[in-house]
């Protein structure tokens, strides 16, 4: 990973909870210089205290990103700290979910390089995804930078519209939440047949991360890989019947739940 550019400019890193730490924590394995980073968050952790990074020092003139990283509740009061950075060629990439570019865009500069992304939980363990999309300031060389950034916690996609990005955080973003929902009914599921609890949910755990491993690692698309585990007449035929149904199972459910997510999304970003 070429981090020149930002270890001459400096990268602020605005906000560093879950998510900016999973990044933060991929740059420095990456070989970015912690002395290059300036960290602005009102309680540092003592894993952040203990990274060598500047922590809430004052900010590079002209630093070649500014990540957001704060919660979306507390953007708004966030901005105003690093707005004197708009309008130049600080490139601004915010992970917050809900808000689109041109707020942004009205908060920090019309001309500024604005790339709005949505990374996930798994970032944490290198497994996430990020979808990105640049404004039309935002230059190819910053594009890819910024997909380098978040290619730290994991794979990367682009978008061809903004508009896509509520449907990209109701599927990936909000999407491990459904994962680990899953997890618990169907550990839940294990102990009323009778397992205990906690070898259900060892099960449940290590099936769903075994499968999900499989899927994005088989040649086979995953309606394949469910055929080929499918005996006609067989337990997953039972159990695919009623999870397939198309009233009460998942053709049913999980659209309307992916629907809710990304209408909400619209809504926080109105």
Same mark, same amino acid.
């Given at each position: ?57 004052? @900010? ?5 990103? #500014?990540? +957001?990283?704060?919660?979306? =509740? /507390?953007? %708004?009061?966030?901005?105003? $700290? ?67 950034? @978040? ?5 990367? #996609?682009? +978008?061809?519209?903004?508009? =896509? /990005?509520? %449907?990209?955080?109701?599927? $990936? ?98």
């Amino acid at each position: 990973m070429d981090f020149s550019e930002i270890s001459a400019r400096g990268l602020v890193l605005l906000g560093c909870g879950k998510m900016g730490g999973a990044l933060l924590a991929g740059w420095l394995r990456g070989g970015l210089n912690p002395a290059s980073v300036f960290v602005v968050d009102p309680m540092p952790s003592e894993w952040l205290r203990a990274q060598g990074v500047h922590i809430n020092q004052p @900010l590079p003139e002209n630093p070649a990103f #500014v990540l +957001l990283a704060v919660k979306p =509740q /507390m953007m %708004a009061a966030a901005l105003p $700290s690093v707005a004197s950075h708009g309008n130049g060629t600080t490139v601004f990439l915010s992970i917050a979910a809900g808000w689109p570019i041109h707020t942004f865009e009205t908060a920090l500069g019309g001309q500024s390089p604005i790339i709005r992304a949505m990374p996930n939980t798994p970032a944490a363990v290198g497994h996430g995804i990020s979808a990105l999309i640049g404004n039309a300031h935002t230059t190819a060389a910053q594009l890819d930078l910024a997909e380098a950034l @978040l290619s730290a916690v994991g794979q990367t #996609v682009r +978008l061809d519209d903004e508009s =896509q /990005m509520d %449907a990209v955080t109701a599927v $990936s973003g909000s999407g491990p939440a459904y994962v680990f929902h899953l997890i618990e009914t169907l550990a839940a599921a294990g102990s009323a047949q009778g397992l205990p609890a906690d070898l259900a949910m060892k099960l449940a755990r290590a099936t769903v991360a075994g499968a999900g491993h499989l899927a994005e690692s088989a040649d086979e698309d995953p309606a394949q890989l469910r055929i080929n585990v499918t005996s006609p007449g067989g337990t997953t035929a039972a159990a695919l019947a009623v999870l397939m149904d198309p009233d009460t199972g998942f053709p049913n459910l999980l659209p309307r739940a992916v629907k809710a997510a990304a209408d909400r999304g619209r809504e926080l970003g109105a």
